[in-house]
């Protein structure tokens, strides 16, 4: 099923990504990011003070991804337009996060779990519906801050800073950083931490003092956390210089045979960086439709992220990008046409033709069965 059903969206081409652990390849860009993450707590907290959790199951319940971070109950996130359900109770966990409660019931205090997240989104060089997080939780015990003269709140907070700010530069070598405010539900005060490289700022985490409601729950409502996540693929793209998200799917030998165990340094300085070879040529196709009518609920079967869906699952990852690049509306008709460009390309040959074309038909076909479009 592709559209918004809550029973089953989880398409094939979503389905055959479960398991193939790309942050547990040692060789792999994400593998080395994660044991640099890791070698750096090892090193500010002394040797297996942090737990490293890298194989927990990808599908979780909705209360697990969702009610155990308080997340609200009319949150988007909980949509089927942007999550990928299973079934009624089931998701493909959307964020590492989910297994903070469960992780703190077993009596985990300082840990780190990293995984596969999916997310239906739009499609480009930077977004792919399956991508991977590393979550750090750290409990403090209340001598800790007692024996301080402190706050609880704020030594987890200030160790929480520290402690980022030093894992910034264990990546990015000497930068400049800033802390941003932000919003989670499952913390409180929550913030983003940002790094200038290469000319941006690049946000690389988000983190906060965790909510005491997520410890209560958890038994250790006499305690204090803190909390982060980051996103592993946007750090090795911009460490790597890595200039497409399919790649780390890729098994051409040309992309794996660059990248080993212990190759990084620090902000990239003297590494060496992943040289592109020759792209193949991309192929244009422009559709142009006229979007449904909203039905009596105001809902509409028609959204961005479910054309992603219906291109993804007749192209898989030959899609390299999809774009709105013309929009108006006919008051007469009381319609409004959309044009998108879906760009194909592979990573690894030339396409032909009649491929293209055959896939074309089959996403223009969807379009019109599976999400009431008209197409002009
Ligand atoms: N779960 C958040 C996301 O996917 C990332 C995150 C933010 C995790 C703050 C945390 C946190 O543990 O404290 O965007």
Request: proline fraction near 3%; hydrophobic fraction near 40%; include cysteine.
């Amino acid at each position: 099923m592709i559209t918004g059903d809550a029973n089953n969206n989880v398409t094939d081409h979503i389905f055959e990504k479960i398991g193939h652990n790309l942050h547990k390849r040692p060789d792999h860009p994400l593998g080395i990011i994660k044991s640099v993450i890791e070698d750096y707590f090892d090193e500010s907290f002394g040797k297996d003070t942090f737990t490293s959790f890298d194989d927990l199951y990808p599908v979780v319940t909705t209360f697990a991804n969702f009610d155990s971070v308080l997340v609200p109950p009319d949150h988007v996130s909980r949509s089927a337009n942007d999550t990928y359900y299973v079934d009624a109770e089931n998701v493909l966990r959307c964020h590492t996060s989910a297994h903070q409660l469960e992780m703190l019931k077993d009596g985990a205090t300082k840990f780190l779990v990293t995984g596969d997240v999916y997310r239906r989104d739009s499609i480009d060089a930077t977004h792919f519906p399956v991508f991977h997080q590393m979550e750090g939780v750290r409990v403090f015990e209340k001598e800790e801050w007692e024996s301080k003269g402190v706050e609880a709140v704020d030594l987890a907070r200030d160790e929480l800073r520290t402690t980022l700010e030093g894992l910034a530069r264990h990546l990015f070598g000497d930068v400049e950083m800033r802390w941003v405010d932000a919003y989670f539900p499952f913390t409180e005060p929550s913030m983003e931490l940002e790094i200038f490289f290469k000319g941006e700022w690049l946000e690389v985490l988000g983190c906060g003092v965790m909510e005491m409601q997520i410890l209560e729950e958890a038994g250790l409502g006499d305690k204090r956390a803190w909390a982060f996540g980051l996103g592993l693929e946007r750090l090795a793209m911009v460490l790597f210089d890595v200039p497409d998200i399919r790649l780390f799917w890729s098994d051409d030998k040309r992309f794996t045979k660059q990248f080993e165990a212990g190759m990084f340094k620090a902000g990239g300085v003297d590494m060496r960086k992943f040289k592109p070879y020759s792209k193949y040529p991309p192929c244009l196709k422009d559709v142009s439709f006229w979007l449904p009518e909203n039905a009596e609920d105001g809902t509409n079967l028609f959204s961005e992220n479910n054309l992603c869906e219906v291109v993804r699952d007749a192209a898989g990852s030959l899609v390299e990008e999809v774009k709105l690049i013309d929009e108006f509306e006919n008051k007469k008709k009381g319609l409004t046409s959309n044009c998108f460009r879906i760009v194909y390309r592979s990573m690894e040959r030339s396409l032909t033709d009649e491929e293209i074309n055959a896939i074309q038909e089959k996403v223009r076909e969807n379009m019109v069965s599976k999400l009431g479009v008209e197409l002009r």
